[in-house]
């Protein structure tokens, strides 16, 4: 995160950084957020679909959970509030944990393809002022591995769901190199986990996924465009499919773990981004950090903190529900 913001800020035009932010209108903020948020509603019921081969779970029930996770996402390094957020469902809905996490891994892979759907058709059907082979290199090579990565995953986990007992078996063959303490936790673990995949068995329910997922990530972008607008650099140079174009771009780089809640590499990647629209680097970070700050990170945050209290939970007990989702001889499952 350091180095993101030393090279963003080394030779920045510090008064023009402060008047981008100043002609930013702060009426805007309001439809932004307001969009943003009911893209978090959506992902509580796509939550609910992908659960529901394990359980029958209740939305209110789930939400708080989901929303405590993408909190812990933003204050933990390297993505762990998707393990707290295992771990607080399994043991609120009294499901195994690492089926809870399997749901959440599908979750990430659906966003995955959902970035590729909308980075395909904004560079399609944009009419944007520049194309794919005009990107920065290193845009370009996320752009190209990612169909790889996520195609590649999807296919090992359909594959695991489909030849169940045989992936079961060659589990339990490498964990049988292992020290019995350790082996039999490893075995329930890779069982259940599999058992949170089923949802792929069902065409219907997985389309439902995908639709949602285009639904949440739709109402993401647009809390972009709004801001934009706010900021005067939309509809021109920033149009509503640019603001589809860097918001898949900027989260397929903080899908993969990195600092908590993206800080750096979101902005890094954002101003690289927009450069070609000629946007400069102080307004386009001015903008990204209006994006990030009070729309992305601090609401989710103080809803977090609101849920945890209801909940009865607390950042200490956050902590260590980490650390025993990590640590299979100690967690249950």
């Given at each position: 995160?350091?180095?993101?913001?030393?090279?963003?800020?080394?030779?920045?035009?510090?008064?023009?950084?402060?008047?981008?932010?100043?002609?930013?209108?702060i009426?805007?903020?309001?439809?932004?957020?307001?969009?943003?948020?009911?893209?978090?509603?959506?992902?509580?019921?796509?939550?609910?679909?992908?659960?529901?081969?394990?359980?029958?779970?209740?939305?209110?029930s789930?939400?708080?959970?989901?929303?405590?996770?993408?909190?812990?996402?933003?204050?933990?390094?390297?993505?762990?509030?998707?393990?707290?957020?295992?771990?607080?469902?399994?043991?609120?809905?009294?499901?195994?944990?690492?089926?809870?996490?399997?749901?959440?891994?599908?979750?990430?892979?659906?966003?995955g393809?959902?970035?590729?759907?909308?980075?395909?058709?904004?560079?399609?059907?944009?009419?944007?002022?520049?194309?794919?082979?005009?990107?920065?290199?290193?845009i370009?090579?996320?752009?190209?591995?990612?169909?790889?990565?996520?195609?590649?995953?999807?296919?090992?986990?359909?594959?695991?769901?489909?030849?169940?007992?045989?992936?079961?078996?060659?589990?339990?063959?490498?964990?049988?190199?292992?020290?019995?303490?350790?082996?039999?936790p490893?075995?329930k673990?890779?069982?259940t986990?599999?058992?949170?995949?089923?949802?792929?068995?069902n065409?219907?329910?997985?389309?439902?996924?995908?639709?949602?997922?285009?639904?949440a990530?739709?109402?993401?972008?647009?809390?972009?465009?709004?801001?934009a607008?706010?900021?005067?650099?939309?509809?021109?140079p920033?149009?509503?499919?640019s603001?589809?174009?860097?918001?898949?771009?900027?989260?397929?780089?903080?899908?993969?773990?990195?600092?908590?809640?993206?800080?750096?590499?979101?902005?890094?990647?954002?101003?690289?981004?927009?450069?070609?629209?000629?946007?400069?680097?102080?307004l386009?970070?001015?903008?990204?950090?209006?994006?990030?700050?009070p729309?992305?990170?601090?609401?989710?945050?103080?809803?977090?903190?609101?849920?945890?209290?209801?909940?009865?939970l607390?950042?200490?007990?956050?902590?260590?529900?980490?650390?025993?989702?990590?640590?299979?001889?100690?967690?249950?499952?």
């Open positions: 995160m350091a180095v993101m913001f030393f090279l963003l800020l080394r030779n920045i035009d510090w008064q023009k950084l402060f008047n981008a932010f100043t002609q930013f209108h009426i805007w903020i309001l439809p932004a957020l307001g969009i943003y948020l009911i893209g978090y509603i959506i992902r509580g019921f796509r939550w609910v679909v992908l659960l529901s081969p394990v359980k029958k779970c209740n939305f209110n789930l939400f708080p959970i989901l929303i405590i996770g993408f909190m812990a996402n933003n204050l933990l390094p390297a993505r762990a509030g998707e393990f707290v957020r295992a771990y607080l469902n399994g043991t609120k809905e009294k499901i195994s944990r690492s089926a809870s996490l399997a749901t959440i891994v599908l979750e990430r892979i659906f966003d393809l959902t970035m590729l759907i909308l980075l395909w058709a904004s560079l399609t059907f944009g009419n944007l002022p520049i194309q794919e082979d005009k990107l920065d290199a290193r370009q090579m996320a752009i190209h591995a990612c169909p790889y990565v996520f195609g590649i995953a999807f296919f090992i986990l359909f594959i695991l769901l489909l030849m169940r007992a045989k992936a079961i078996i060659v589990i339990s063959f490498f964990t049988s190199l292992l020290p019995a303490r350790i082996r039999k490893l075995d673990i890779a069982q986990f599999i058992d949170g995949l089923k949802i792929l068995q065409a219907k329910e997985s389309i439902l996924v995908l639709i949602a997922s285009l639904a990530w739709t109402c993401e972008f647009t809390s972009y465009y709004f801001l607008i706010g900021m005067g650099i939309a509809p021109s920033l149009t509503f499919w603001a589809a174009l860097l918001m898949a771009v900027v989260n397929i780089a903080i899908l993969v773990p990195n600092a908590p809640g993206g800080f750096g590499l979101f902005e890094f990647v954002g101003v690289i981004l927009l450069a070609p629209f000629g946007i400069s680097k102080e386009a970070l001015s903008f990204l950090l209006l994006v990030h700050i729309i992305v990170w601090l609401p989710i945050n103080l809803m977090g903190l609101y849920y945890m209290g209801r909940e009865h607390s950042l200490q007990k956050l902590g260590k529900s980490r650390q025993e989702e990590l640590n299979p001889k100690r967690k249950k499952v």
